[in-house]
């Protein structure tokens, strides 16, 4: 996997917004987001976004919760950041997700100006930042926030998400 150095737009300085050595805490707590949607019986995905090395807004996936195609963890913790910030742009932040964003939330982070996005597990079926599709690297895009994978939290991820998808059908046969 690539991990290109970017040319484009300038950058608030990397160790303002979160440092590779950062990562595990901050994924920790986009973890501790996904284990509470579970709560709700949201696939159990996490969000935070931090900047100055503080974490700005969190949230978990609440599609099912609210009914909401667009409730992904990644756009609730960006709606969250901007409206504690008072700004839309979010060029001096990072988005730390468990699980590579999909074509909305990618699309997301580019409209918000996102500095840059950490994962943890890949998303062969929809990830659109590497798996399906490269969205953040997009030519065509007007922004290219920087990204990153976090490998030493994928089976942490990926053991959440199998459990809940276990429980799922658990509970899907002893209701038939
Ligand atoms: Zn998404």
Same mark, same amino acid.
């Given at each position: 996997m690539k991990d290109r150095p970017h040319s484009g737009t300038p950058f608030a300085e990397a160790a303002t917004i979160a440092r590779p050595t950062d990562d595990d805490h901050f994924m920790r707590e986009a973890l501790a987001e996904g284990r509470l949607a579970a709560d709700h019986g949201d696939v159990p995905i996490g969000a935070a976004i931090v900047r100055d090395g503080a974490v700005i807004a969190r949230a978990g996936n609440r599609r099912e919760v609210d009914a909401d195609p667009t409730a992904h963890a990644e756009v609730i913790a960006i709606r969250e950041a901007a409206h504690a910030l008072g700004r839309w742009r979010l060029s001096d932040c990072a988005l730390y997700v468990t699980v590579e964003p999909c074509a909305m939330c990618a699309g997301a982070a580019v409209l918000a100006r996102v500095a840059l996005v950490v994962f943890s597990a890949?998303? @062969?079926? &929809?990830?659109? +930042?590497?798996? +399906? &599709? @490269?969205l953040l690297d997009a030519s065509w895009m007007n922004h290219n926030p920087r990204w990153r994978f976090y490998p030493q939290l994928r089976d942490e991820v990926q053991r959440l998400l199998a459990e809940f998808f276990a429980t799922q059908r658990k509970g899907r046969t002893e209701a038939d």
């Open positions: 890949p998303d @062969e079926k &929809a990830g659109a +930042v590497r798996s +399906v &599709a @490269e």
